[in-house]
Each structure stands twice: as structure tokens, then as C-alpha cells.
């Protein structure tokens, strides 16, 4: 019963105030994601907290008493109406289930009853009827058995009756509520009514289709209880050729089986031959041999008995047992119970219109009015009957699968064949276990929805525009909700497509479920697309027992399907399901790529226009490797450099030269740190897993795969990493896999290559963590972003512009990291993850380059930022419309992104140089490792300006030589290169000013080292005002308003079009 007490509340507020608040949420919820973040905060909006503050004082408070479900929060007691899935649980663990006998799809010889219930296609006691008393439920045999719990329920009580699955599919076509005016009956819903309209063209039952299919599954006969199309004599025209039946709902082409009824036949036709549909109309249809061939002359009319069955009129009686039991179980909740819930949400739509402006409870109704009033409960309803009574009371449900029966349920469950357990509250990091996006998503939505409609019945005034579309704002809503809920169907169904392609995985029990899932979108993908339906239609209800035999490849069919994402739903809701939603079936079927979209989350306040999740979390990977269970404690200043004295390495101390013990490597066991860095664990691709190693290891062989006609740049030719190949190749390190080279001798303890200079089984432990944990990001990863970039450069030179666009993505990706997503422009600190990014920006607070000085985001990370923003917008030029894209450009940009990415290393190697210039100032194996890590990364780079700075630096940190030269004499060299670091158009950008001074850093000012390479002429500000000048008018105002657009900043912040005033291109 509905507490009425509960949807009352004294209010002050004004209906113009709650409309407000109404549009405020309206805007938020429905403009793009750009990402406005300060460098200091997440600070909500002013619009968001006027929001809050309006709506909550106009919501009325909800009694304790109401049982939450999975975190909604009802108004109403919905209790017993959850309890639907009760009767779910109970009918598929009943005891008279046949165990699954494992047989084919259509094979009901090989094993004996394959396709009977037992002996017989279905226990006679179904034929006795169930019949409870009032809300006292039966308790005969009838009653008990899974098909009487079905079609009269058991659990989900009623006031003077009981609530049934069967009873949902059967009466859907005739619900209506509301006034007249105003109402919106269940059959004409959008959602409901493409259900409708879709099955009614395919020969079902327009209204009661959903109970149909379950009823004919149980039964084991043709749906629609095995309705044929009868055709009496008067229903054959032999003048025309025609064929009448009322709404047959035939389609031409469609296959049709003649049958004489034992009797005469038509003449021109043979019994028991296949015919095609030609030339149909509503009523009528013609007859042809092949498919769209010439109707066929019919000369007699035959006899009163006979019909047609048409193709599509599915047979239970033909397929295995076990297809008919997946049907049932899964159906009748993708079939029956998913319906009911629009129904009650349009239910909830309707009684909002039909309430008084001033209350929505039905203490203004008269007696004998049913549809009056209620809408808050019938929204709450709908809740119920998606996640049902054995979901938590709190938000995410039951952890994972475990509990749950309804559609709830099912999203927890296809969220970990899809990579798609990515809800906030999830505290698994893997996305293919715990809880799902989609349930997050839908729950808030249902929130929402509620305090919509409560927002609604508070506007009193009836003439005013708010009062007029007072309930529009949930019905939106209602549209979200219902479009959302196809995800998981959508991942079935894919997922049973994959499963049943081959002979051995097309048994019954598979195909079975795929039938349950396709039937359940079909209306759906018909909507947007009748071709991509009629595939999966034809290879669904019509699918041969041999795939041999198929239509249409599963290629074809999942391609077509994925089309359709951007239109599947009606209304609010078209536009909300994106490949990221539906993720990829790991790790055999790739999913899609969202080419264009504002609602992917940023990487730092860069907005991919791709999909890169998987990429980005290359950081977790980084992450595992470097926790102290698998790389060891830190020694730290007590542990000096090639001190192997220790008699037994103790890993957690981080003592020794050993990895512990006596044990000098590394383990290679599973989920250590080797073994994540060689095989990966959580950036996942299509079929595989992303790797570190995998990132260095290809780097003689690695290219785009164009045409040679374009000229791709391959991986190695790279003038970057053509640079320090031919660096390292010169210290006989292979020419190719230096990086891993460097990484499995730190692991293993062992000189590098055929390099004898440098021994990891006598520098210290420390030092060997510190070459693994930083080396991994500056020579495996950092190489690897320049080529991403190098990639996009060559896909656009060849014109796969949507290709360049995703991996210039993956290359921001790779650089920040998954920490960064969803944390706006401006973030730093520990949030900023353990990637490049993270690095610049702990850089900067020694050497007081940041934003403010000491804090804030670095200002090469803001550099580096704009360039990155410069290059997507450029390339998403041809990818969104004509072939505009500056491939120069775009090249130009990735020099000077991959040059800037120098600075931090400078940084890192000057630091570290100082550090362990003096023996006695604590020369420790981790500060030498951390100065080898640095010095490694720009080496190569140094060489090529000055071979002698680069040998002076090289015999610090790779000879452990701290006597042939000063500390003075390395930086003085070092700080000669900058003019010339780099290569290409980023030559020149490593400058004194970049790199600045080493200060204590972070709260202490005091100054180590100066740099002694500031020119004497031209501050910053007369070179950012010579270089505005030069790109003009026009193009400096375009940058401008565009940088404008995208981040927000405050005043401590470097202002985008500054940075890129430094940065022509």
C-alpha cells in the first residue's frame, strides 16, 4: 500500500524556483562533458549548488520505513512487487527442470528425448490449471510446478491476488492510466509499441507476443500455439493470383510452407513445398518458387483446411530441450518482465500528468477513478521489477552476480565478459569483475527520475509553461532509462553469436540464448535499421543447424549491429549507447570504437575523441610492478651504491645487491613484477593483453601497415627513436630492444647486452628498483608515445583519418594515464598518476617551474597539453568531415611534444647529478639509480649535440665513474646542449627557462644549483609578444576563443593562448 503521509510536505518554495532547478538539472545532465577544473579543486558549479539547494527544500522526506534497492531510494513500499524475482529463482532452480543433456540445436535423435521435457514434449499436469485464492496462494502440484508459477505466480503478492510473470505479457496490451487527454497506454509507449509493431510483422500476436514465445517454449509447439495461416477456398483468387489473410504480417521474400490439410489442393501448389511471399499487401500475398521471382498462376482453390506456416513461426518442438529451457528462464524476463518495467515507468509519466498541480497522491480522486494519482509509485515499481528483492539494499547490489535474478542482475554478469565493470563504487580494478557501469547509470537515472517527478507536483501554478510540460522532464528521463537497459542484451547477444559460429558451439543450450538476447533487441535494431535486423533475425529464428549454412558471417552480423548504437532508443535516450558502453567480448571479439563523442572522459583535461580506456590503463600495470610486495622495500640513504656486503639480501628492507636471499633475479612467477611487465594485467586489447615489454620488444618490425605508397614511417626510422637506436647501438646494446634489453638485465642481475659496463648484480638493490619502476616509463613507454604519434602522423598521410585520430588518443593516454581520466585540465599532485605526466609535474616543484612557482601543474605539462588539444583538433578535422587534415602539421607537432618531453628528464638528471655529486652527501644505490634512469632517457639526445657531454654523462651513470669529471663540468656540458636537443621543429625548445634552477623544491626556496645558460637579451614575456605578433591577427584570435571554449582557468594558471603562442605552428 502506498504510504500517502510520505508524499506529503509543508512547502514555502515557489513553483517558479522548482522549475528552475528543474532546468539547471536539465542542462547538466544533457549538454556536453566539457571539463572546466581548476588547478587546485573539483569545485562544484554555481549552477549544480543552486540546484541542490532548490530541490532539496522542495523534496519531501522519505520515511525510514521504505527497503532501499541497490541504492534507489523509494517513496513508496514496493516491497512485495520486488519479490517478482522470487518466482523468477524459484521456476529456474526448480527441481522438475530436466538437466541439460547437452545436445545440438536441432538434433532430437542422437540423444534420446533431446527434444522432450521427458518422454513427452511437456509434463501433462500443465495442462490443470493453477488457481490461487484471492492472495492465498495455492499449494497443489499444479501450482508448484514451474510452469504454474509462471502463468499464476507465487511470491509477488497482491491485495486480493497474485502478481505473475505470464500475467505481465498478457495484459501489457491493454494498461492505460491518466486522463484522458493525457495518457499514454502501454501499446502505444515507443519502446512498447516498436516491441509490437516489429512482432506483429512477423506473424505473432501483436499484443500478447512476449507470453507467446514463453508459453510455445514451455510447450514445446510453434509460437502462437503452432496458428498457421488457414486459407479457406474463399480466400484464394485465382483471377489475381492472390492469397487473402487479414494482417498476416508477412514480409516478401518470406519462406511459407503449403500444407493441403488433407485435402484437394491449390492448384499450381504442392504440399509440403516451400513457397516465397511476392507482391504482399496488408491482406494478401502472392506466391512464388524463388525468391523474388513471378507470382505463380493458382488455377483452384483447394479445400477449407488448408494453410500456409510461415517460416518464421518458430517450432519449440525441433529444437533441443535445453533451447526451450533457456528460453524460458531467460525470456521471461527479457520478454515479459523488461516491458513492464517502461510500462511502469510510463505509468508513472501518466499519473504525473493526472495529479493535482499542488499534490500527486489520490486524496483529491474520486473512489471509482483507477488511473488517478500514484505516480511516485508506480516509478518505484519499475525499480522493483528491474532489480528485485535479492539485490542489497545498497548501492551496487549483491557484489558482482551472485544474488540477483532480474535484468539487474544480468548487467553485473555480461559486464564481465565485456570489460565493462567500471562503476565508481566498484573497488575491483579489474573491469571485467564487480559492478557494472550500466547499473550505475541506470539506478541514477531512476533517482533522478523520482525527484523529478516530486519536483513536478510542486508546481502549482496551472497556466504557467512549467505546468504544461511538468512531467516532460521525467518522461525524458523514462526514455534514458529504457535505452540503457539494452545494454546487456546487446552484450549477450554478441556474446551468443560468437558462442554458436561454429559446429561444436551451436548446441542447444547456446543457441537457446541467443534466441532469448536477439529477440529481445530485434525491435530495437529494426527501428534504426530493418537490413541489420533482417540479418539477425533471419540468423536467429531461422538459423540453420549447420553454421555451414548461415546467411550472413558473424563479422557481418556484429558490424551491422554495432551500426546502429548511435540511434538504438527513442526520445532522451537516442544517442546514449556508445561502443564503450558495450565494451568487447575478451579475448575474442574486438568491440567498436566511438569515433565522435563529448562524453568520453578526459585524460587531464585532454578530451579523447576515441575510446583509449584500455590504453590509458597501462598505469596500473606500472602500478603492480612497483607495490612492495612484488619490487621490494626501499634501503634508502643507508644502502650505498655497489654495497653487496649485505650476507643475505632481505627484499622488504631493500638491502643487498639480490633480489632476496641469495636469490639474485628477479621471480618470474605470475602476477610478480616481471611477469606483469612480460605479459601484462590490465590494458587489454581486442584478443590479447598490452604490454609493457610488448612496447620494446617489437621495435625493429614495429610499423602502421599502410600502403608503401604513402610512405609510412616505420617504428625504428622514427627521428626520435632512430636517435637513440643509433645511440645505443654504439654502446652495443641491440640496435632495436635496447629498451628491453635494459629493463630484463635490472630484473635478471646482469650486465646489459654485450655492454660491459654496467653489472646489476653488484650496484645494490635499490638501484636495480629504481631502473626498473623509473626505466620502464623512460625507455619502454616514453618511445612508445612517440610513436603513437608517429602512427597518427602516417594514417593521416594515408587518409584513415578516424585511425590517426585514435592514436594520437592513445598517445595522450599513454602519457597521462588512467589516474588522470575524469579530473579535469589542471590536475597534479599524487591524483596525477605515475606516468610522464606525473613525472613533469614532480619535477617542477624542484626546479620551480610549475604553475605558481613551486606548486600547480608544470608548465611543460601545460605546453606539452596544448600541443596534444592542437593536434586532435586537426586531425579530427577530416575525421568528422572532408579530408582537411595538415598532415605536416600534425608532424610538426608531434616533434615538439616528443622534444618538450626532454624537459623532466633534464630535470631528473641535473637533480640526481647534485645529489650524488659528494661521496659524503649520501651517494646511495637508489639516488644513483634514479640518476642512471634520467640520464638513459636523454642520452641519446645529448650525444647528438655534443658526443663529448653525452660521454662525460654516460661514464656518471652507466660507469659509475664520479672522479674524471665534476658535477660542475656534466652540467655545464649538458646545459650547452638544450639549443640543440630534440629533433626537427622541436629543436631549440629545450631552453634554460624550461628547465630552470634546482631548488630545495616543494616548501623550501633554497637555491642548489643555477642554471648558467639564461640569455642575456629578450625576457619570456618580449619573446611570448614577438611570437603573437608573428601568427597574426586572425590566428591569434582563433586560438583564443578556442582554448576559451575548452578549459577553465584561474588566474594562477598560464593561459592556454599563451602556451601556444610560445609554440607556432
Given at each position: 500500500?502506498l504510504?500517502?503521509k510520505s508524499?506529503?510536505?509543508?512547502?514555502?518554495?515557489?513553483s517558479d524556483q522548482?522549475?528552475?532547478a528543474?532546468?539547471?538539472?536539465?542542462s547538466?545532465?544533457?549538454?556536453g562533458?566539457?571539463r572546466k577544473?581548476?588547478?587546485?579543486?573539483n569545485?562544484p558549479?554555481?549552477?549544480s549548488m543552486?540546484a541542490?539547494?532548490?530541490?532539496?527544500?522542495?523534496?519531501?522526506s522519505?520515511?525510514?520505513?521504505?527497503?532501499y534497492?541497490?541504492?534507489?531510494e523509494p517513496?513508496?513500499t514496493?516491497t512485495?512487487?520486488a519479490?517478482?524475482?522470487?518466482?523468477?529463482?524459484?521456476?529456474?532452480t526448480?527441481?522438475?527442470?530436466?538437466?541439460?543433456?547437452?545436445?545440438a540445436?536441432?538434433?532430437?535423435t542422437?540423444?534420446?528425448?533431446a527434444?522432450?521435457w521427458?518422454?513427452?514434449?511437456?509434463?501433462t499436469?500443465?495442462?490443470?490449471a493453477?488457481?490461487?485464492?484471492l492472495?492465498t496462494v495455492?499449494?497443489?502440484n499444479a501450482?508448484?510446478?514451474?510452469?504454474?508459477?509462471?502463468?499464476a505466480?507465487?511470491n509477488s503478492?497482491?491485495?486480493s491476488s497474485?502478481r505473475s510473470i505470464?500475467?505481465?505479457a498478457?495484459?501489457i496490451?491493454?494498461k492505460?492510466?491518466g486522463p484522458i487527454?493525457a495518457?499514454?497506454?502501454?501499446?502505444d509507449?515507443q519502446?512498447i509499441?516498436?516491441m509490437?509493431?516489429?512482432?506483429?510483422s512477423?506473424?505473432?500476436?501483436?499484443?500478447?507476443?512476449?507470453?507467446?514465445?514463453?508459453?510455445?517454449?514451455f510447450?514445446?509447439?510453434?509460437v502462437?500455439g503452432g496458428?498457421d495461416l488457414v486459407?479457406p477456398?474463399t480466400?484464394v483468387?485465382t483471377?489475381?493470383?492472390t492469397i487473402?489473410?487479414?494482417?498476416?504480417?508477412l514480409s516478401?521474400?518470406?519462406?511459407?510452407q503449403y500444407?493441403n490439410?488433407d485435402?484437394?489442393?491449390?492448384?499450381?501448389l504442392?504440399?509440403?513445398?516451400n513457397y516465397?511471399?511476392v507482391n504482399?499487401?496488408?491482406?494478401t500475398f502472392m506466391?512464388s518458387?524463388s525468391?523474388?521471382g513471378s507470382?505463380?498462376?493458382?488455377?483452384?482453390?483447394?479445400?477449407d483446411n488448408?494453410?500456409?506456416?510461415?517460416k518464421?513461426?518458430?517450432?519449440f518442438?525441433?529444437?533441443?530441450?535445453?533451447?526451450?529451457?533457456?528460453v524460458?528462464?531467460?525470456?521471461?524476463?527479457y520478454l515479459?518482465?523488461?516491458?513492464?518495467?517502461?510500462?511502469?515507468m510510463q505509468?508513472a509519466?501518466?499519473d504525473?500528468?493526472?495529479?493535482?498541480l499542488?499534490?500527486?497522491?489520490?486524496s483529491y480522486c474520486?473512489?471509482s477513478d483507477?488511473?488517478?494519482?500514484?505516480s511516485?509509485?508506480a516509478?518505484?515499481?519499475?525499480?522493483?521489477f528491474?532489480?528485485g528483492?535479492?539485490?542489497?539494499?545498497?548501492?551496487?547490489?549483491v557484489?558482482g552476480?551472485?544474488?540477483?535474478?532480474?535484468?539487474?542482475?544480468?548487467?553485473?554478469?555480461?559486464?564481465?565478459?565485456?570489460?565493462?565493470c567500471?562503476?565508481?563504487?566498484d573497488?575491483?580494478?579489474d573491469?571485467?569483475?564487480?559492478?557494472s557501469?550500466?547499473?550505475e547509470e541506470?539506478?541514477?537515472?531512476?533517482q533522478r527520475g523520482?525527484?523529478?517527478?516530486?519536483a513536478?507536483?510542486?508546481?502549482?501554478?496551472?497556466?504557467s509553461?512549467?505546468?504544461k510540460t511538468k512531467?516532460d522532464?521525467p518522461?525524458?528521463?523514462?526514455e534514458?532509462v529504457a535505452?540503457?537497459?539494452?545494454?546487456p542484451f546487446?552484450q549477450?547477444t554478441?556474446r551468443?553469436l560468437?558462442?554458436?559460429?561454429?559446429t561444436s558451439?551451436r548446441?542447444?543450450k547456446?543457441?537457446?540464448?541467443l534466441?532469448?538476447?536477439a529477440?529481445?533487441i530485434l525491435?530495437?535494431?529494426?527501428?534504426?535499421?530493418?537490413?541489420?535486423a533482417k540479418m539477425l533475425?533471419t540468423?536467429?529464428?531461422?538459423m540453420p543447424?549447420?553454421?555451414?549454412d548461415d546467411v550472413n558471417t558473424?563479422?557481418?552480423?556484429?558490424?551491422a549491429?554495432?551500426?546502429?548504437?548511435?540511434?538504438l532508443g527513442?526520445?532522451?535516450?537516442?544517442?546514449?549507447i556508445k561502443?564503450?558502453?558495450i565494451?568487447?567480448?575478451y579475448?575474442?571479439?574486438?568491440g567498436?570504437?566511438?569515433?565522435?563523442?563529448?562524453?568520453?572522459?578526459?585524460?587531464a583535461g585532454?578530451?579523447?575523441i576515441?575510446?583509449v580506456?584500455?590504453?590509458s590503463?597501462?598505469d596500473l600495470?606500472?602500478?603492480a610492478?612497483?607495490t612492495?610486495?612484488?619490487?621490494?622495500?626501499?634501503c634508502?640513504?643507508?644502502?650505498?651504491?655497489s654495497?653487496?656486503s649485505?650476507?643475505?639480501t632481505?627484499?622488504?628492507a631493500g638491502?643487498?645487491?639480490n633480489?632476496d636471499g641469495?636469490t639474485?633475479?628477479?621471480?618470474?612467477?605470475?602476477d610478480?613484477?616481471?611477469?606483469?611487465?612480460?605479459n601484462?594485467e590490465h590494458?587489454?586489447?581486442?584478443t590479447?593483453?598490452?604490454?609493457?615489454?610488448g612496447f620494446?620488444?617489437?621495435?625493429?618490425?614495429?610499423a602502421?601497415g599502410n600502403?608503401?605508397s604513402?610512405?609510412?614511417v616505420?617504428?625504428?626510422d622514427?627521428k626520435f627513436?632512430?636517435i637513440?637506436?643509433k645511440y645505443?647501438?654504439?654502446?652495443?646494446?641491440?640496435?632495436?630492444?635496447w629498451g628491453?634489453?635494459m629493463?630484463?638485465a635490472?630484473?635478471?642481475?646482469?650486465?646489459?647486452g654485450?655492454n660491459t659496463?654496467l653489472?646489476?648484480?653488484?650496484v645494490?638493490?635499490d638501484?636495480?628498483?629504481?631502473?626498473?619502476q623509473?626505466?620502464?616509463v623512460?625507455?619502454?613507454?616514453?618511445?612508445?608515445v612517440?610513436?603513437?604519434?608517429q602512427?597518427?602522423v602516417n594514417?593521416?598521410?594515408a587518409?584513415?583519418?578516424?585511425?590517426a585520430v585514435h592514436?594520437?588518443d592513445?598517445?595522450v593516454?599513454?602519457?597521462a594515464?588512467?589516474?588522470?581520466?575524469g579530473?579535469?585540465?589542471?590536475?597534479?599532485?599524487?591524483?596525477?598518476?605515475n606516468l610522464?605526466y606525473r613525472?613533469?609535474?614532480?619535477?617542477?616543484i624542484?626546479?620551480?617551474t610549475?604553475?605558481?612557482?613551486?606548486?600547480?601543474?608544470?608548465n611543460?605539462?601545460q605546453?606539452?597539453f596544448?600541443?596534444f588539444n592542437?593536434?586532435?583538433e586537426e586531425?579530427?578535422?577530416?575525421a568528422v568531415?572532408?579530408?582537411t587534415?595538415?598532415?605536416?602539421?600534425l608532424?610538426t607537432?608531434?616533434?615538439?611534444?616528443?622534444t618538450?618531453?626532454?624537459?623532466?628528464?633534464?630535470?631528473g638528471?641535473l637533480?640526481?647529478?647534485?645529489?650524488?655529486?659528494?661521496?659524503d652527501?649520501g651517494?646511495?644505490?637508489k639516488q644513483v639509480?634514479e640518476?642512471?634512469?634520467f640520464a638513459?632517457?636523454?642520452?641519446p639526445?645529448?650525444?647528438e649535440a655534443d658526443?663529448?657531454?653525452a660521454e662525460?654523462?654516460?661514464r656518471?651513470?652507466?660507469?659509475?665513474?664520479f672522479?674524471?669529471n665534476?658535477?660542475?663540468e656534466?652540467k655545464?656540458?649538458l646545459?650547452?646542449?638544450?639549443?640543440k636537443?630534440g629533433a626537427g621543429?622541436?629543436?631549440?625548445?629545450v631552453t634554460c627557462e624550461a628547465?630552470?634552477?634546482l631548488?630545495g623544491?616543494n616548501t623550501d626556496?633554497t637555491?642548489?644549483?643555477?642554471?648558467?645558460?639564461?640569455?642575456?637579451?629578450?625576457s619570456k614575456?618580449?619573446?611570448?609578444v614577438?611570437?603573437a605578433a608573428?601568427l597574426?591577427?586572425?590566428a591569434?584570435?582563433f586560438?583564443v576563443a578556442?582554448?576559451?571554449?575548452?578549459?577553465l582557468?584561474?588566474?594562477?594558471?598560464?593561459?592556454?593562448?599563451?602556451?601556444?603562442l610560445?609554440?607556432?605552428?
Amino acid at each position: 500500500a502506498l504510504d500517502r503521509k510520505s508524499l506529503r510536505t509543508n512547502r514555502s518554495i515557489s513553483s517558479d524556483q522548482v522549475h528552475l532547478a528543474q532546468l539547471i538539472i536539465i542542462s547538466r545532465t544533457t549538454t556536453g562533458t566539457m571539463r572546466k577544473h581548476n588547478n587546485h579543486n573539483n569545485a562544484p558549479n554555481i549552477a549544480s549548488m543552486i540546484a541542490f539547494v532548490l530541490l532539496a527544500t522542495s523534496f519531501k522526506s522519505v520515511s525510514a520505513t521504505y527497503t532501499y534497492i541497490a541504492g534507489y531510494e523509494p517513496r513508496s513500499t514496493v516491497t512485495e512487487h520486488a519479490e517478482i524475482d522470487l518466482d523468477v529463482k524459484d521456476i529456474m532452480t526448480h527441481d522438475d527442470w530436466p538437466s541439460n543433456n547437452g545436445g545440438a540445436y536441432k538434433d532430437c535423435t542422437t540423444i534420446t528425448n533431446a527434444c522432450k521435457w521427458d518422454t513427452n514434449m511437456y509434463p501433462t499436469l500443465w495442462d490443470t490449471a493453477c488457481t490461487h485464492n484471492l492472495a492465498t496462494v495455492s499449494t497443489s502440484n499444479a501450482c508448484k510446478s514451474p510452469y504454474g508459477i509462471y502463468s499464476a505466480g507465487k511470491n509477488s503478492l497482491k491485495s486480493s491476488s497474485v502478481r505473475s510473470i505470464a500475467g505481465f505479457a498478457s495484459s501489457i496490451g491493454t494498461k492505460e492510466s491518466g486522463p484522458i487527454g493525457a495518457k499514454v497506454a502501454a501499446k502505444d509507449n515507443q519502446f512498447i509499441g516498436a516491441m509490437n509493431n516489429f512482432w506483429k510483422s512477423k506473424g505473432l500476436n501483436e499484443l500478447t507476443w512476449g507470453q507467446d514465445i514463453i508459453e510455445a517454449a514451455f510447450k514445446g509447439e510453434k509460437v502462437n500455439g503452432g496458428r498457421d495461416l488457414v486459407i479457406p477456398t474463399t480466400g484464394v483468387t485465382t483471377s489475381t493470383n492472390t492469397i487473402k489473410f487479414d494482417a498476416h504480417g508477412l514480409s516478401d521474400g518470406d519462406s511459407v510452407q503449403y500444407n493441403n490439410g488433407d485435402g484437394t489442393a491449390i492448384t499450381g501448389l504442392t504440399h509440403g513445398t516451400n513457397y516465397f511471399v511476392v507482391n504482399k499487401d496488408t491482406n494478401t500475398f502472392m506466391l512464388s518458387a524463388s525468391s523474388g521471382g513471378s507470382a505463380i498462376a493458382l488455377s483452384g482453390t483447394g479445400n477449407d483446411n488448408q494453410y500456409f506456416t510461415p517460416k518464421h513461426n518458430f517450432d519449440f518442438g525441433v529444437v533441443g530441450r535445453d533451447f526451450r529451457k533457456e528460453v524460458i528462464q531467460k525470456g521471461m524476463i527479457y520478454l515479459n518482465i523488461f516491458p513492464y518495467v517502461i510500462w511502469e515507468m510510463q505509468d508513472a509519466i501518466n499519473d504525473c500528468n493526472a495529479g493535482s498541480l499542488a499534490d500527486n497522491t489520490q486524496s483529491y480522486c474520486s473512489p471509482s477513478d483507477t488511473y488517478c494519482g500514484q505516480s511516485v509509485h508506480a516509478w518505484d515499481e519499475a525499480v522493483a521489477f528491474f532489480a528485485g528483492s535479492l539485490e542489497s539494499v545498497t548501492k551496487g547490489g549483491v557484489t558482482g552476480y551472485s544474488g540477483g535474478y532480474l535484468q539487474y542482475y544480468l548487467a553485473d554478469k555480461r559486464c564481465e565478459n565485456f570489460g565493462t565493470c567500471t562503476a565508481s563504487y566498484d573497488t575491483n580494478a579489474d573491469e571485467y569483475a564487480g559492478e557494472s557501469k550500466v547499473n550505475e547509470e541506470i539506478i541514477a537515472l531512476f533517482q533522478r527520475g523520482e525527484d523529478e517527478i516530486s519536483a513536478a507536483v510542486d508546481i502549482t501554478s496551472t497556466t504557467s509553461a512549467a505546468a504544461k510540460t511538468k512531467c516532460d522532464v521525467p518522461a525524458k528521463t523514462m526514455e534514458e532509462v529504457a535505452t540503457k537497459m539494452l545494454v546487456p542484451f546487446i552484450q549477450g547477444t554478441i556474446r551468443y553469436l560468437y558462442k554458436t559460429q561454429t559446429t561444436s558451439g551451436r548446441t542447444a543450450k547456446q543457441a537457446g540464448e541467443l534466441f532469448a538476447f536477439a529477440s529481445t533487441i530485434l525491435p530495437f535494431i529494426h527501428a534504426v535499421d530493418p537490413a541489420a535486423a533482417k540479418m539477425l533475425y533471419t540468423h536467429v529464428w531461422e538459423m540453420p543447424a549447420d553454421p555451414a549454412d548461415d546467411v550472413n558471417t558473424l563479422a557481418d552480423i556484429k558490424s551491422a549491429i554495432e551500426a546502429t548504437y548511435p540511434k538504438l532508443g527513442f526520445g532522451a535516450g537516442i544517442g546514449t549507447i556508445k561502443c564503450s558502453d558495450i565494451g568487447q567480448l575478451y579475448p575474442y571479439l574486438s568491440g567498436c570504437v566511438d569515433t565522435v563523442s563529448s562524453t568520453i572522459e578526459d585524460y587531464a583535461g585532454y578530451e579523447p575523441i576515441t575510446d583509449v580506456t584500455m590504453h590509458s590503463r597501462i598505469d596500473l600495470d606500472l602500478e603492480a610492478i612497483t607495490t612492495a610486495a612484488n619490487i621490494g622495500g626501499t634501503c634508502g640513504s643507508s644502502c650505498k651504491l655497489s654495497d653487496c656486503s649485505v650476507a643475505t639480501t632481505v627484499m622488504a628492507a631493500g638491502t643487498g645487491c639480490n633480489y632476496d636471499g641469495t636469490t639474485l633475479p628477479w621471480p618470474t612467477t605470475a602476477d610478480g613484477s616481471f611477469d606483469i611487465w612480460t605479459n601484462g594485467e590490465h590494458s587489454k586489447k581486442s584478443t590479447s593483453m598490452r604490454t609493457i615489454r610488448g612496447f620494446v620488444s617489437g621495435a625493429k618490425t614495429k610499423a602502421s601497415g599502410n600502403s608503401p605508397s604513402t610512405q609510412d614511417v616505420a617504428y625504428k626510422d622514427n627521428k626520435f627513436i632512430a636517435i637513440m637506436n643509433k645511440y645505443w647501438k654504439s654502446k652495443n646494446l641491440d640496435e632495436h630492444t635496447w629498451g628491453e634489453q635494459m629493463i630484463k638485465a635490472a630484473f635478471e642481475g646482469t650486465k646489459v647486452g654485450s655492454n660491459t659496463h654496467l653489472d646489476f648484480s653488484t650496484v645494490g638493490r635499490d638501484f636495480r628498483k629504481e631502473a626498473i619502476q623509473k626505466g620502464i616509463v623512460y625507455t619502454n613507454i616514453f618511445p612508445y608515445v612517440i610513436w603513437e604519434m608517429q602512427d597518427a602522423v602516417n594514417d593521416c598521410n594515408a587518409e584513415k583519418y578516424i585511425d590517426a585520430v585514435h592514436a594520437w588518443d592513445t598517445a595522450v593516454a599513454l602519457y597521462a594515464g588512467s589516474k588522470t581520466r575524469g579530473k579535469g585540465y589542471g590536475i597534479h599532485g599524487p591524483d596525477g598518476g605515475n606516468l610522464q605526466y606525473r613525472l613533469a609535474d614532480k619535477r617542477c616543484i624542484n626546479f620551480k617551474t610549475c604553475a605558481n612557482g613551486f606548486s600547480g601543474t608544470s608548465n611543460v605539462n601545460q605546453d606539452i597539453f596544448a600541443l596534444f588539444n592542437l593536434g586532435k583538433e586537426e586531425a579530427k578535422k577530416s575525421a568528422v568531415a572532408s579530408s582537411t587534415a595538415d598532415c605536416a602539421q600534425l608532424n610538426t607537432l608531434k616533434e615538439k611534444i616528443s622534444t618538450l618531453s626532454l624537459v623532466p628528464f633534464v630535470q631528473g638528471t641535473l637533480r640526481y647529478l647534485y645529489k650524488t655529486r659528494n661521496d659524503d652527501s649520501g651517494r646511495s644505490a637508489k639516488q644513483v639509480g634514479e640518476l642512471w634512469a634520467f640520464a638513459t632517457a636523454i642520452l641519446p639526445f645529448v650525444a647528438e649535440a655534443d658526443a663529448n657531454a653525452a660521454e662525460m654523462l654516460y661514464r656518471r651513470a652507466w660507469q659509475l665513474d664520479f672522479t674524471s669529471n665534476s658535477y660542475e663540468e656534466i652540467k655545464s656540458a649538458l646545459e650547452a646542449t638544450y639549443p640543440k636537443l630534440g629533433a626537427g621543429a622541436g629543436v631549440g625548445l629545450v631552453t634554460c627557462e624550461a628547465v630552470g634552477d634546482l631548488y630545495g623544491g616543494n616548501t623550501d626556496d633554497t637555491l642548489l644549483s643555477a642554471g648558467t645558460c639564461y640569455p642575456s637579451t629578450s625576457s619570456k614575456d618580449e619573446v611570448d609578444v614577438g611570437l603573437a605578433a608573428g601568427l597574426g591577427v586572425v590566428a591569434f584570435v582563433f586560438l583564443v576563443a578556442t582554448f576559451a571554449m575548452c578549459f577553465l582557468k584561474i588566474k594562477a594558471e598560464k593561459k592556454y593562448q599563451a602556451i601556444l603562442l610560445k609554440h607556432p605552428v
